[in-house]
C-alpha cells in the first residue's frame, strides 16, 4: 500500500501538527559513562587478548584429549566455565559478534 487514496491521489494519512515537536533529550549520566568508558577501552583490549589465549589453550587441550575435569582443575576454573569455553562460549561469558 502506498499511503495514496487512488480515489483522490491525496495521501490518506494526516500529519498531526498539534501535538509539541519532540526535542532531543539528554542525560549527564551518559557523558560520566562516556568518561568511564574512555579510561576502560585501555584496558579491555588487553583483557580481550588475554581470554582470547586461554580459551585457545583449554580448546587445545580438549582437542589433545584432556577432560574438562582435568582441565578445570589443573588451571582452577569451574565446570561451569570450561565447559562454556569448550562449548564455544567465551571465557567472561560475553559474546564476540
Excluded at 81 to 88: A, D, E, S, T, Y
Amino acid at each position: 500500500m502506498s499511503g495514496i487514496n487512488e480515489a483522490s491521489k491525496a495521501p490518506d494519512w494526516i500529519i498531526d501538527l498539534s501535538r509539541p515537536v519532540r526535542q532531543p533529550m539528554r542525560d549527564s549520566r551518559l557523558d560520566d559513562a562516556r568518561a568511564a568508558l574512555i579510561q576502560l577501552q585501555d584496558q579491555l583490549s588487553p583483557l580481550d587478548t588475554a581470554a582470547k589465549r586461554v580459551e585457545a589453550v583449554l580448546r587445545d587441550c580438549a582437542e589433545i584429549g584432556m577432560t574438562s575435569d582435568e582441565i578445570a582443575d589443573q588451571i582452577s576454573l569451574s565446570m561451569e566455565v570450561v565447559k562454556r569455553v569448550l562449548n564455544g562460549g567465551s571465557l567472561l561469558g560475553l559474546d564476540y559478534d
